[in-house]
Structures are given as C-alpha cells and as structure tokens.
C-alpha cells in the first residue's frame, strides 16, 4: 500500500494565482480530511469528508478555499486567489469509517504564496 | 468534542522511559483517546489508541485510568528518533467525527 498520496510536495505561487492540491487516500478508506499546519495555528481541520459527500467544511477559511470528491480516491483542495497568509502545510489524511485505528497521513503539500 | 491538555515540552536522555500524560476531564462514553506522533516536515503517524484500561503495541504503552479522564502515553527506552511533537486526540473511534489536533508536546530526546 502507497499510502496517501498528496500531489504536489511543494507549490510556489504568485498572489492571486489559483492553486490546487490534490490526494489520493488509501484504497477501501472512506473518510478523507483535508488540514492545514502553520506554526502560528498548528493543525487545522478544514473540511473531511465521508463517502465522499463533504460532513464537514466549517474550518475552510473562506470563499476562496473550496474541496471536492468526485470519487472514493481522489479529492482537491483548491485556493483561487491565493493569498501570502494561505502560505502553511495542508496535509490530506484518511481513514476507515468502521474500524478504529486512527487517521493515516499523507507527506503533506508545501505551500508558499509571495 | 472534548478538550485536552498535555504539556507543550518534555525533556529526557535515551534509553529513559517516557511518560507523557494527557488529561481530558469531558470525555464523552463513546469517546476513544488517540495518540499521534509527528516529524519535522512529515505528516503525523498515529501511535495508539485506546478506551479504557491499558493498551500496548510494539511502539508504546497506553494507560488509562477507570474514569478516563486523564491518560498517560509511555515511550520505553527512547532515542534520538524519538524526539518529536506528540499530540493527545479525543474524539469518536474511527472517523466518525472529526479530530482535533491540540498544541501537543514537543519531546526532546538528548544522547
């Protein structure tokens, strides 16, 4: 098993440019949760979803963030505009909706707006 | 959800053990504890998780008193690759809520 895969690792953009990250959660997992880490904020929930429908997106900052599931394994985290203060980690996670055993982590996305 | 408390840092040597308490005073019946572990620049990697009494695997121990409102993480013989921020979750098992990640401690191991 990969593991959940986030795509890309790091992303430098302009301000105002859209950007778009994207995750592949772990094969059978049905749950997906989209954070944020800042040093400022730690980790941030900002939206999860389960069976793909969002439960859910009260963290998501504002109108400019928004997330999708088209389907059980793929998922997007789009900013547009960005801005300087969206600079942070954003880490996709997912897990199972029966079992226990915690969230499995992907390596997260580098985000940098100058 | 409930809140949680653990301290922000935590010094040891290696081959120490280490206990990291968490305390947790509004954990609801159907609430497990989880905990977390996470390396600089790398998401965080679940550790444990338990309901009540103790619970050990091949990483660390988890201790829970009978009225769960506190739980202790212990770390045997740590190392170097131990240091790392570990976080203290409660919330429903599996995903059927969302978690909510505190400050969690930060455990600096020296040689």
């Known amino acids: 098993d990969a593991g959940v895969i986030q795509s890309p690792r790091h992303e430098v953009t302009e301000m105002g440019q859209e950007v778009t990250l994207r995750c592949k959660p772990i094969?059978?997992?049905?749950?997906l949760f989209w954070y944020r880490q800042t040093m400022m904020r730690g980790l941030e929930l900002l939206i999860y979803f389960n069976n793909n429908v969002p439960i859910d997106d009260s963290g998501m900052p504002e109108d400019r963030f928004s997330a999708k599931m088209p389907n059980a394994s793929f998922s997007t985290l789009k900013i547009q505009p960005s801005e300087p203060r969206d600079s942070a980690v954003y880490f996709c996670?997912?897990?199972?909706?029966?079992?226990?055993?915690?969230?499995?982590f992907g390596s997260g996305t580098r985000l940098t707006v100058v | 959800l409930a809140k949680t408390t653990q301290p922000i840092s935590m010094d040891s040597y290696e081959g120490q053990e280490v206990n990291i308490t968490c305390s947790h005073n509004n954990i609801a019946t159907n609430d497990y504890i989880t905990w977390y572990q996470q390396f600089p620049s790398q998401g965080p990697r679940f550790i444990i998780q338990?309901?009540?009494t103790k619970v050990t695997n091949e990483v660390a121990s988890l201790f829970i008193p009978a009225d769960r409102k506190s739980s202790t993480l212990s770390l045997p013989r740590v190392s170097l690759s131990d240091t790392a921020v570990y976080y203290c979750?409660?919330?429903?098992?599996?995903?059927?809520?969302?978690?909510?990640f505190g400050k969690g401690t930060k455990l600096s191991v020296k040689p």
């Open positions: 979750l409660v919330g429903p098992g599996g995903s059927q809520g969302n978690l909510i």
């Open positions: 338990g309901y009540k």
């Open positions: 996670a997912s897990s199972l909706n029966e079992g226990l055993g915690g969230y499995t």
């Open positions: 094969s059978g997992h049905n749950s």
